[in-house]
């Protein structure tokens, strides 16, 4: 039995972020305490078996921010996971509260998260102890019922230390993001910001913008949508109170994106208006598909590998329990390792398309021991 | 073994649509005749077992619109699956060279396909006989090797008739989808045009435009790229020469929702800016969260049923041949019947994460046979 990373973690705040580091971190056979304003969420996670509850609070400080605690506390980490507005005060109060503990957090966004920690901090101690931390994880779901111990495994877990950051502080948020079965990625608060503008708020708000346009549509036009629509559409059903949050506290690299995309939406609309002007509006509105299409395949894949490295097989599938297993059975049998599956989610359907996705270099054997058990393909 | 629903089909045009058409048709048995300007497509599109070539052309007619054609040509149907720029052009001459069948076709624009083909038609025969048809799938990928039989099951099949179409060309249109294991959905061209521009276009667009803003972002910055992230992107994949024939094809209603929707981005940036100012930028940015949540949950999931009747019970899966085959046997034997799986895309993991997608009534029975059989789970 090896010794657990960490002696005592102390997780401020149980929703669905804060609980699902502690179950993580109860996997690992960490002691867990927990805390939370919400008596109610506080009660779900310790059911859970996140931990055990704070009360009253384990050190001897002020909770408001005041004096130094006992020093024989344990606790090596203190994990914030409350909404973005709050961080910066509690983020402050914990550094205040635990004297010998780094303290991390949980939250979307890290520059603001550090200057609202700083403005609440300057008179107290240990700013040097504070590592921004944010799990590249989430749900649509929220609260510590959505929780789950592996909500983090194999995904990034950025880690933002600022310039005054002790390295044993970053070296505890870095454990913490190996512990929950994350890898750590080190970059500047600023740096993590604008990152995430990219890749998480901008696809957000396009997903919602797109999704806010159906809310007028006739019924009839709707039973025309395809799996495309869907994807698109499938992260607007995401909280709006802490998107509104979330985004706020982003709001300068996300203001500057959202105008860039709006401006080249703009624009392929307006080549598309003088599209019998000539064939100039034509070669740009291709030149944006192009861009697209390019900016896709940019995107990581499972293991790190490029998503070209997988290939498609579709398989009809009867729609009745059982068929699934069956396909899947014939599949292990033959020794290949399935990377994906989609199911098809057309309406009024007596029959499932799966499409499985497996190394291309596997096709042929799967293809083989498809055909070898009668089922119906084509690849 | 009951009648073929057509005595033969001639299908003009072996790409992706066309070969899927005649693969799915040669299911049920019915005779079909394949063409293609491209050799090299045809020749894969009969080695895949989608029909006979026709060289010459089967009716006696002049290929190029002439004058009529052999009546006891068994023909029932034309199916038209040719790029959306030569649509208008290929339905004419297919209307004068089997004066007998009803000629549809399977391109993503509607109004405009007639406007050209009654411009090449108008001293023809049989504008009466034409009946637009626009099946909604399709894939990344094109051409006749990307083809399966099965591409239509379940899925919508839009059926346009204008006002002078023949009842007996409506109802062998109405035939070929249900052929195709596809649900018709009626309405004029003009209605068609607008819901695609709606669920498809403007999706496409907007998926478009986010992976755009991705071929300029540092490589670091990507392997924070989440779930969300890969699902809006995911169709901005496809073909950049069909969009732009597509989307010029549907240019003004597109135009306008593309419009509206970069009005809606340059609002939640606004929004963002002045965030500072007071509340009502903050209750506004909500209100558009609230609206795209709202909009998303209008969509009709599989069997037609909402996407809340369904629930997920996401499990933890080793990463190796086999796993999959197992977690279905214990699924499919406990009598519980699988929606959608979902397979975590993220890279470095040594472990899987797979969310079962199953009717909410049958959670507790299927979160028991899991836990009866050491799966790891957590809902």
Known sequence: MTEPPFRRVVVIGAGLMGTSVALALR????????????????????????????????????????????????TDLVVVGVPPAALGTVIAEALARFPAAAVTDVGSVKA????????????????????????????????????????????AWAVTP???????????????????????????????????????????????????????????????????????????????????????????????????????LHRVAHNLEKRDAGEAGLADLRNSLERGATGVRRLPGKHGARPEAFSPVPVLLPDRPGELARLFADVGAAGVNIEDVRIDHSPNTPAGLVELWVHQDTVPALLEALAHHGWDVHG
């Open 162 to 264: 600022h310039v005054d950051s002790r390295p044993d502080a970053v070296a505890a948020v870095d454990q913490l993001a190996r512990t929950c079965g994350a890898f750590p990625v080190q970059l500047s608060p600023g740096e993590h910001d604008e990152a995430v503008a990219l890749v998480s708020h901008l696809p957000q708000v396009a997903s919602t913008v797109v999704a806010g346009l159906l809310t007028t549509a006739a019924e009839g036009h709707l039973v025309l949508a395809g799996q495309g629509l869907r994807d698109v559409t499938r992260i607007a059903g995401g909280d709006p109170e802490l998107w509104t949050q979330i985004l706020s506290a982003n709001a300068e690299p996300v203001a500057r994106l959202l105008h860039e995309a709006a401006d080249n």
């Open 112 to 155: 603001a998260a550090l200057a609202d920690t700083r403005a609440h901090a300057s008179a107290g101690p240990g700013l040097d102890r504070y590592v921004g931390g944010h799990p590249m994880a989430g749900s649509e779901q929220s609260g510590p019922l959505a929780a789950r111990a592996d909500l983090f495994d194999g995904r």
């Open 27 to 74: 996997r690992s056979g960490v002691e867990v305490l927990l805390e939370d304003a919400d008596p109610g969420n506080l009660r779900v996670a310790v059911s859970l078996g996140a931990g055990v509850p704070v009360t009253p609070p384990v050190s001897s400080g002020d909770a408001t921010g005041g004096g130094p605690a006992d020093l024989s506390d344990p």
